[in-house]
C-alpha cells in the first residue's frame, strides 16, 4: 500500500530561536489544539519531546468506520541545535485505534520571515483497497492543522515580541 507524500510549510516572522521556544511551550500547543476545537486535549512537553492529544468529531467521510469521534495524538521528538541553528525532529501523527499515521520529519531554518518549519512525511491509511482514497480525504486536514498553527503562531509571536516564550 503505498503511502502519501506530504509537505508542508510554516513561515514564521521570529528567529529560530524564539520560534523553537514557542513550538515547545505548553501554552502555545495548547491554543493550537483549542483553535481546533477539539471535544477535549491534553499537551505535553517534556525536554525535546511535545505531544499533543485531540479528540475530535470524526469527519462524515470516515465517521461510518471510527464512530462519532477520533483522537489524534501528535508526537515530536526534537533534536538538539545543529552548529548552524538549524533544528530537526521527528514527527508521527496517528489516530488512536485507527490503522492510519503520518510519519515524517520537521525541520526549523532561517529563511522566510525570519523562520521556516518545514514538514516532510508519509501519510498511510492500512485499510485494503480503501487506503489510498481515504489517505486522499484525510490529507486536507492535516493540511489544514499546519494551516491552524501558523495562525495562531503568528498570534502568539506578535503578542510576545521582545517576550520570553518559555513557560
Known amino acids: 500500500m503505498a503511502p502519501m507524500e506530504i509537505h508542508a510549510i510554516n513561515d514564521f ?15 502555545f500547543l495548547r491554543a493550537v489544539c483549542l483553535a481546533t476545537d477539539p471535544i477535549e486535549h491534553e499537551v505535553s512537553v517534556e525536554g525535546l519531546q511535545t505531544s499533543t492529544r485531540r479528540m475530535m468529531p470524526t469527519p462524515s467521510v470516515v465517521k461510518r468506520l471510527a464512530g462519532p469521534t477520533m ?3 501528535d508526537d515530536i521528538a526534537w533534536e538538539a541545535a545543529a552548529a548552524d541553528g538549524v533544528r530537526r525532529g521527528k514527527t508521527l501523527v496517528s489516530v488512536v485505534g485507527m490503522p492510519a499515521d503520518v510519519v515524517g520529519t520537521v525541520t526549523l531554518a532561517p529563511g522566510g520571515r525570519g523562520s521556516v518549519l518545514s514538514y516532510a512525511g508519509e501519510l498511510t491509511v492500512h485499510v485494503p483497497v480503501l487506503g489510498p482514497g481515504l489517505a486522499k480525504q484525510a490529507a486536507p486536514a492535516l493540511l489544514e492543522a499546519l494551516d491552524v498553527q501558523q495562525r495562531v503562531g503568528d498570534e502568539w509571536l506578535a503578542g510576545r515580541s521582545g517576550q520570553s516564550t518559555a513557560g
Open 13 to 27: 516572522a521570529a528567529p529560530v530561536e524564539t520560534v523553537f521556544a514557542m513550538l515547545t511551550d505548553r501554552v
Open 71 to 73: 483522537t489524534i495524538v
